[in-house]
């Protein structure tokens, strides 16, 4: 037999943490990385927050699973907390990610079922989107290698181009639900939606009685800066996809929603075995505490604008090689000229500088370190970018 216990699913690499100290890892041969790909935006707090090191030991010791078949102070507590802090009068908690988009589906073709309109169900999506690994999400992407070979996919949704405001209108039709994307794509290359293609999407929204839905589940939770990255736009979403940050590593998701965007969800059509159980809401509320405690969000603006002013002074250096910075707050890329790899470079980071990054769709180095970094972070972050730059090129060269 040759396939290995874990299903070969993942390319892995020779990295294999088994520790983790603030905003460091620590591998199984004792070698130690700065962590700036956080789980791909998850760790927020870092590894080992002692608060939530401590909730999760109390929470266990305490209750850790019950049924959604019971009532919930925690859960009740924690989604009150969230409705408190953003534009959803209800929430629905997951386990993941594809989850809380899956559920956003549903909750959004519900509402057009709930309206006598039934026939409103379909969903325009974006290139370059990534929504999950499930059938449902795997349906609102246009890439052939998350889609290859899983057809027929669900029927119901349409792809257009990102940022292009005009095709996305001109996709809407009597059959059209609402539209659905991430803010900052993510996986896609961390390109942020502009300002006149999400605002233009909320007033087409409003003018044809369409759900805006927006994905957050990287962008949101404080990586951009702000609570939620749409905040930024002056906009607010009928429907919105939460995950990554939101348990700082304990899996967990939530779809928010406003009333009106959730009628459809009654007793009976969603539910979860797992989801928003009293250890994860334990978990949420003292993720939660930490970011919207005084200064929290500030400093995120502060070190995104630190380290984003940072990298843009790299470029000048190694302009062969980097072409410009993008993203937002503490989501950041590096776009990476041609005839570079971003995927190869990340790789020379991790193996010859002790730097851990993630690539990104459009040949981009992204950039995702926990929200609790400090300058030194940085600081050390650019000299092994800078170091690892002139060693790649170097290799390249020989
Ligand atoms: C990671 C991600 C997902 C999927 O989350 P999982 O927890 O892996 O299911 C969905 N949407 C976006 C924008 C993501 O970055």
């Known amino acids: 037999m040759s396939i290995t216990p874990l299903m070969p699913v993942y390319p892995r690499c020779d990295v294999r943490p088994v520790r983790g100290e603030g905003c460091y890892l620590i591998g199984d041969r004792g070698e130690r990385y700065l962590d700036f790909a956080s789980g791909i935006a998850v760790n927020l707090l870092g590894h080992g927050h002692p608060k939530l090191v401590k909730t999760i030991a109390d929470q266990a010791a305490t209750l850790m699973h019950t049924s959604n078949l019971y009532g919930s102070p925690l ?66 992407t246009s890439q052939p290698k998350m889609r290859d070979g899983f057809e027929p996919l669900l029927p119901g949704f349409q792809v257009v181009p990102f940022n292009d405001l005009d095709a996305a209108l001109a996709a809407i039709d009597d059959n059209t639900a609402g539209f659905l994307l991430e803010p900052v794509q993510g996986e896609g290359g961390v390109t942020p939606a502009t300002v006149a293609f999400l605002t233009g999407l909320r007033k087409a929204c409003d003018e044809h009685g369409l759900l805006l839905i927006l994905d957050e589940v990287q962008c949101g939770y404080a990586r951009t800066g702000t609570f939620f990255a749409h905040e930024q736009y002056g906009i607010t979403p009928d429907i919105m996809a939460v995950a990554k940050g939101i348990g700082a590593g304990f899996p967990l998701g939530a779809c928010l929603a406003t009333e009106e965007a959730a009628k459809g969800m009654v007793f009976g059509t969603h539910g979860s075995t797992y989801g928003g159980n009293p250890l994860a809401m334990a978990v949420g509320q003292t993720v939660l505490e930490e970011v919207l405690a005084d200064g929290f969000l500030d400093h995120v603006k502060a070190m995104g604008a630190r380290l984003r002013a940072a990298l843009e002074q790299l470029i000048p250096n190694h302009d062969a090689m980097f072409e410009d910075v993008r993203g937002m707050g503490l989501m950041l890329g590096v776009k990476m000229k041609d005839a570079y790899d971003a995927r190869a470079f990340v790789g020379h980071l991790r193996d010859h500088h002790g730097l851990l990054a993630v690539s990104a769709g459009q040949n981009v180095l992204r950039i995702l370190p926990p929200l609790v970094i400090e300058e030194s972070h940085i600081a050390e972050c650019i000299e092994k970018i800078s170091a690892g730059a002139r060693t790649f090129a170097d290799a390249k060269a020989a």
């Not at 309109?117 to 990534?130: L, M, P, Y």
């Open 75 to 140: 859960g009740e507590a924690f989604a009150q907390t969230l409705v408190d802090n953003s534009f959803a009068d209800t929430v629905f908690f997951t386990n993941s990610g594809a989850e809380a988009v899956e559920c956003a589906i549903k909750t959004a073709r519900r509402y057009h079922y709930a309206n006598g309109e039934a026939h409103r169900h379909k969903i325009i999506s974006f290139d370059n989107a990534f929504h999950g690994r499930t059938l449902g999400t795997i349906s609102a």
